[in-house]
């Protein structure tokens, strides 16, 4: 049943929300909350004022050397999160209520830290919601045992490929059987823990699987493979091209061209479509449909509403190295390369604080931080994915429109294309 909140209006004609969402969002007196047109009504955005995720960075080390990873394109020092840093994070995201969320991912492989699962169980013990993300292959008998014990709310698992061949053809690895047989064995111990009761089983399961040339006829079986497994919720992101032959594998290249944001976009043709059958006709009918300029409403949702929007401040979000900095989002902890387009162009590292050197709360509300989070809320950026011409589109430190860095009009994150669980 779905819980439905509503909204009332005083005497004066302002919006009263409910409590919860008050609640929920920490919502203050003269607080600002951004409202967008979706076609037949509003959608209303959470405060930027609002920390309600926070990645964490364990390691940026990876037991896998796969084809897409953004570390074949990088010289970085390699690390480990120190407990202490670890305990700070913890002691100062306490303070914030309601409490984040603790994601346990970043460029590395989380469960080769080796102590990831204490990190866990301190978290889940002072009553944080705990997500983790992993490639599988660590996930032993062991470890599975005190992810479920533990509590862990959602286990992420990265898998781009349902038979050995495919998996391996990404992962350049064999790993599938043995992480197939972890998940199994993961499932197991759900039932000998909660019984037959899958909405009360924890960790929840979901599938990360990334989208090539290659692998994309895979997908299909990947979710049913993920279903046998338990899941419950699968995240499809396109690959980001850090070299010319994951460029050959784009699945996107021509949607770049298509994309126009903000009053441009608004200007193209909407068609509206029912709910029907997707089958060789209507397969064909849609892909012609999405491949022209027009914008397309499928059952009362525009495909497309949710570009040019920065994802890690809709989900209220920042991210800590492991060595204790902090960046806005995971995109920006590391300098690295892609195509955009035929351009190469540059993402420079960018961070607004140090846990080593200011409190978390600190940085959070910090005025150039937060000015930073409006200016990507309101995400005034020139569209450089799709125009793509100019030595600026090159880097994110400087733009057509002035904005200083770091510059946001080239992400792909942004336009919906780069998906993070």
């Given at each position: 049943?779905?819980?439905?909140?509503?909204?009332?209006?005083?005497?004066?004609?302002?919006?009263?929300?409910?409590?919860?969402?008050?609640?929920?969002?920490?919502?203050?007196?003269?607080?600002?909350?951004?409202?967008?047109?979706?076609?037949?009504?509003?959608?209303?955005?959470?405060?930027?004022?609002?920390?309600?995720?926070?990645?964490?960075?364990?390691?940026?080390?990876?037991?896998?050397?796969?084809?897409?990873?953004?570390?074949?394109?990088?010289?970085?020092?390699?690390?480990?999160?120190?407990?202490?840093?670890?305990?700070?994070?913890?002691?100062?995201?306490?303070?914030?209520?309601?409490?984040?969320?603790?994601?346990?991912?970043?460029?590395?492989?989380?469960?080769?830290?080796?102590?990831?699962?204490?990190?866990?169980?301190?978290?889940?013990?002072?009553?944080?919601?705990?997500?983790?993300?992993?490639?599988?292959?660590?996930?032993?008998?062991?470890?599975?045992?005190?992810?479920?014990?533990?509590?862990?709310?959602?286990?992420?698992?990265?898998?781009?490929?349902?038979?050995?061949?495919?998996?391996?053809?990404?992962?350049?690895?064999?790993?599938?059987?043995?992480?197939?047989?972890?998940?199994?064995?993961?499932?197991?111990?759900?039932?000998?823990?909660?019984?037959?009761?899958?909405?009360?089983?924890?960790?929840?399961?979901?599938?990360?699987?990334?989208?090539?040339?290659?692998?994309?006829?895979?997908?299909?079986?990947?979710?049913?493979?993920?279903?046998?497994?338990?899941?419950?919720?699968?995240?499809?992101?396109?690959?980001?091209?850090?070299?010319?032959?994951?460029?050959?594998?784009?699945?996107?290249?021509?949607?770049?061209?298509?994309?126009?944001?903000g009053v441009l976009g608004e200007a193209r043709p909407l068609v509206h479509v029912p709910m029907m059958d997707i089958e060789a006709t209507t397969a064909s009918v849609m892909s012609q449909i999405l491949g022209s300029t027009h914008r397309l409403e499928f059952m009362g949702a525009t495909l497309g509403q949710n570009t040019c929007q920065c994802p890690f401040i809709e989900r209220g979000s920042l991210s800590i190295r492991w060595d204790g900095k902090v960046s806005p989002c995971l995109p920006l902890l590391y300098t690295h390369t892609y195509?955009?387009?035929?351009?190469?162009?540059?993402?420079?590292?960018?961070?607004?604080?140090?846990?080593?050197?200011?409190?978390?709360?600190?940085?959070?509300?910090?005025?150039?931080?937060?000015?930073?989070?409006?200016?990507?809320?309101?995400?005034?950026?020139?569209?450089?994915?799709?125009?793509?011409?100019?030595?600026?589109?090159?880097?994110?430190?400087?733009?057509?429109?002035?904005?200083?860095?770091?510059?946001?009009?080239?992400?792909?994150?942004?336009?919906?294309?780069?998906?993070?669980?």
């Amino acid at each position: 049943m779905a819980q439905h909140q509503y909204a009332s209006v005083d005497e004066e004609g302002r919006l009263i929300l409910p409590p919860e969402i008050v609640n929920t969002w920490r919502l203050s007196q003269g607080e600002t909350l951004r409202l967008d047109p979706n076609g037949y009504g509003w959608t209303l955005h959470p405060p930027i004022s609002c920390l309600r995720r926070i990645y964490i960075e364990v390691t940026n080390q990876c037991n896998l050397n796969c084809r897409t990873c953004m570390r074949n394109v990088w010289d970085v020092r390699p690390g480990w999160l120190a407990w202490q840093t670890f305990e700070r994070i913890l002691e100062q995201a306490a303070e914030c209520q309601p409490l984040p969320e603790l994601f346990f991912g970043g460029y590395g492989e989380p469960l080769s830290h080796p102590r990831c699962l204490d990190m866990i169980s301190q978290a889940k013990a002072k009553g944080f919601t705990v997500s983790l993300i992993t490639n599988g292959v660590n996930l032993s008998a062991a470890v599975a045992r005190r992810l479920v014990d533990s509590r862990l709310d959602r286990l992420w698992v990265s898998l781009d490929g349902a038979s050995p061949e495919c998996y391996q053809d990404v992962r350049l690895g064999n790993a599938l059987p043995q992480i197939i047989e972890n998940l199994k064995r993961l499932r197991a111990f759900q039932f000998q823990t909660f019984g037959f009761t899958p909405w009360l089983m924890t960790p929840k399961l979901g599938i990360a699987f990334v989208a090539m040339s290659r692998n994309i006829h895979n997908l299909p079986e990947v979710i049913r493979l993920g279903l046998q497994l338990g899941a419950t919720e699968f995240s499809v992101s396109n690959v980001l091209a850090h070299d010319e032959s994951l460029q050959a594998e784009s699945l996107y290249l021509r949607s770049l061209d298509q994309m126009t944001g903000g009053v441009l976009g608004e200007a193209r043709p909407l068609v509206h479509v029912p709910m029907m059958d997707i089958e060789a006709t209507t397969a064909s009918v849609m892909s012609q449909i999405l491949g022209s300029t027009h914008r397309l409403e499928f059952m009362g949702a525009t495909l497309g509403q949710n570009t040019c929007q920065c994802p890690f401040i809709e989900r209220g979000s920042l991210s800590i190295r492991w060595d204790g900095k902090v960046s806005p989002c995971l995109p920006l902890l590391y300098t690295h390369t892609y195509y955009l387009g035929k351009r190469l162009r540059t993402s420079r590292e960018y961070f607004v604080g140090d846990l080593h050197q200011q409190s978390l709360k600190e940085i959070w509300m910090g005025e150039e931080y937060y000015a930073l989070r409006k200016r990507l809320l309101d995400f005034d950026f020139p569209p450089c994915t799709s125009c793509n011409s100019c030595e600026m589109a090159d880097e994110n430190q400087e733009d057509c429109y002035g904005n200083p860095p770091p510059t946001c009009g080239g992400c792909l994150w942004a336009q919906g294309l780069i998906r993070c669980p």
